[in-house]
């Protein structure tokens, strides 16, 4: 499929390999998930009516450790955009430094159209079809669109039904169910630290940068909240529902309120409203998508006026936009390095549960700091090193410990 998102991360991987110089046969290797999982998930809905969905798990890499990557509920699932996003884990994780391999899991439903106890039933039958190939030191699922803490404690729940108590088979569970405190806030929090290392490098700082953020989920809302309270300037935001745009920038902490209180931005009578469309192409220091893949395309790439693309979402730019964003000068900081902060307190929990133990917010806060600053410091000797963009600099480093990890491992 041209322009598909398995192949967009292909595309991009291949600079990488170019760049280092592999040879066709580690390249395919590293291409390749090890293992995809594809299941039929019949349950019961409300109505008494048969529900008929499909579920997919891919494993694409465990090298590095356990295979390690979110669940996501969307209309939009399909197996070649979880093969892509199961991919993207592989190089995240060894880019961020977390013990782990890649995968992702998915679920075809639009679950706007699910009751709370036909969700549930769907998480349970997720679990009850996949349950053997998942576990706490075999792959370990975690929260991404659609899915929050409430589904991560049934996950953790029905699995612990299968095999006994076993908190650490999933992560992203709610701070009462054996969750880590700071893991909601932490991907937001990541791409903060990523974005203030990008201008600190520059001679910039975050107080009074105009960010555009599509998207005010998880990763969304708590990336504005985040910056907000650092200075910068939201002059945007959207949710599937629309979106709403102030130059003289928004008042987050009213923008959360409404959402607490509404679901969603609809109706947010603050600011006139924009469509997604208009907010990717607002006049911004930082362009920030925080949604779904694939927004930023060869149709709109030329119109882009930010300086930055904060790559909160997995996959939201296509190849071609990336060449053409490349060109422009607009700097591009890569998912696979901005939006890791989730797994790297997905990480934190995860060895919290193994210990029986629990870490403070600021150990926690301190030590994905740490992770962010070391990594955007190793992005930069390998862009002067290699002459490349952060992108081509991210898979450069992330492919470098794989291979050398699956090298010492050795072969069969
Ligand atoms: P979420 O479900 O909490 O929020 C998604 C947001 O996107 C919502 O505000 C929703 O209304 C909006 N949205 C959905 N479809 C849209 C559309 N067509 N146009 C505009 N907005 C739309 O999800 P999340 O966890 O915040 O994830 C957002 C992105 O970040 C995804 O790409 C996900 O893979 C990525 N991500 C999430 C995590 C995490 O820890 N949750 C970690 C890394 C990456």
């Given at each position: 499929m041209s322009g598909s998102a398995y192949e967009t991360t292909n595309k991009y991987l291949q600079d990488g390999f170019d760049t280092l110089g592999l040879d066709p046969k580690t390249e395919h290797m590293l291409k390749t998930p090890a293992r995809e999982v594809r299941v039929e998930l019949v349950i019961r809905m409300d109505d008494d009516s048969v529900g008929n969905f499909i579920g997919y798990r891919v494993q694409h890499d465990n090298a590095r450790g356990p295979f390690k990557g979110g669940l996501r509920y969307a209309s939009s699932v399909n197996r070649n955009e979880v093969q892509s996003l199961a991919s993207l884990m592989t190089w995240k994780t060894a880019l961020i430094g977390v013990p782990y391999g890649g995968a992702k899991g998915g679920i075809?439903?639009?679950?706007?159209?699910?009751s709370t106890g036909e969700t549930e039933r769907l998480t349970r039958c997720f679990v009850e079809t996949t349950h053997e190939f998942?576990?706490?030191?075999?792959d370990i699922p975690a929260p991404d669109m659609n899915t929050d803490g409430q589904v991560m404690a049934w996950l953790f729940d029905e699995y612990s039904n299968f095999h006994?108590?076993?908190?650490?088979?999933?992560?992203?569970?709610p701070v009462d169910v054996h969750g880590s405190v700071g893991r909601e806030a932490a991907t937001g929090r990541g791409c903060m630290f990523a974005l203030r290392e990008v201008l600190n490098h520059e001679?910039?700082?975050?107080?009074g940068t105009e960010i555009a953020i599509q998207g005010f989920g998880n990763v969304g809302s708590w990336a504005a909240r985040l910056l907000h309270e650092k200075g910068?300037?939201?002059t945007a935001v959207s949710d599937i529902t629309g979106g709403y745009h102030d130059p003289t920038g928004l008042d987050i902490p009213s923008v959360w309120e409404h959402v607490a209180a509404e679901?969603?931005?609809?109706?947010?009578?603050?600011a006139p409203s924009i469509t997604n469309e208009e907010l990717m192409t607002l006049d911004c220091d930082v362009l920030m998508?925080?949604?779904?893949?694939?927004?930023?395309?060869e149709e709109n790439a030329d119109d882009?006026?930010?300086?930055?693309?904060?790559?909160?979402?997995?996959?939201?730019?296509t190849y071609a936009a990336n060449q053409i964003l490349e060109n422009r000068g607009i700097t591009c900081i890569p998912d696979i390095f901005a939006n890791a902060g989730g797994v790297t307190v997905s990480y934190f929990e995860w060895a919290q549960n193994i210990q029986h133990f629990s870490w403070t917010e600021s150990e926690i806060n301190e030590q994905l700091e740490e992770r962010f600053v070391d990594a955007h410091a190793a992005l930069r000797d390998t862009m002067t090193e290699y002459d490349v963009s952060m992108r081509t600099a991210a898979f450069v480093n992330a492919i470098d410990q794989v291979c050398h990890a699956t090298e010492m491992r050795g072969l069969q």
């Open positions: 075809q439903v639009d679950p706007q159209e699910l998942i576990g706490p030191t075999t006994g108590f076993e908190p650490a088979v999933v992560t992203g569970k001679g910039k700082s975050i107080e910068a300037k939201i679901g969603t931005l609809e109706r947010f009578d603050d998508p925080a949604a779904i893949g694939g927004v930023l395309t882009v006026q930010a300086d930055y693309v904060l790559e909160a979402a997995n996959g939201p730019t």
